[in-house]
Nanobody, 128 residues
């Protein structure tokens, strides 16, 4: 079974940093895209960043470019999201998701609808 476990959320002041982890199991990591998504209260789930397990290519939402960095440790089947310069508008429940790679462009995988497998969320709260 595909399983994804997100962790690392918490409360941080604006301007601070957090690192989220997504531990994956039950599939061949190299064959999948892993994405990070977030959902704030009353808003739709949105893509934050994604990474190819095959070649490490990455893609970011404009709202987080230059502040967030996605990376993977294929040996540990874990994807990280380093979040710096956090803003109150980054407050949300963050989810990781996995989808088998079938499209040539990693940007294809920034949309939540592309994904079949989801982990539980981890709450990130940024205070002003």
């Amino acid at each position: 079974d595909v399983q994804l476990q997100a962790s690392g959320g918490g409360l941080v002041q604006a301007g601070g940093s957090l690192r989220l982890s997504c531990a994956a199991s039950g599939f061949t990591f190299d064959d999948y895209a892993i994405g990070w998504f977030r959902q704030a209260p009353g808003k739709q789930r949105e893509g934050v960043s994604c990474i190819s397990g095959f070649d490490g290519s990455t893609y970011y939402a404009d709202s987080v470019k230059g502040r967030f960095t996605i990376s993977s440790d294929n040996a540990k089947n874990t994807v990280y999201l380093q979040m710096n310069s956090l803003k109150p508008e980054d407050t949300a429940v963050y989810y990781c998701a996995a989808q088998i790679l079938s499209h040539y462009s990693i940007s294809y995988y920034l949309l939540p609808v592309r994904y079949d497998y989801w982990g539980q969320g981890t709450l990130v709260t940024v205070s002003s």
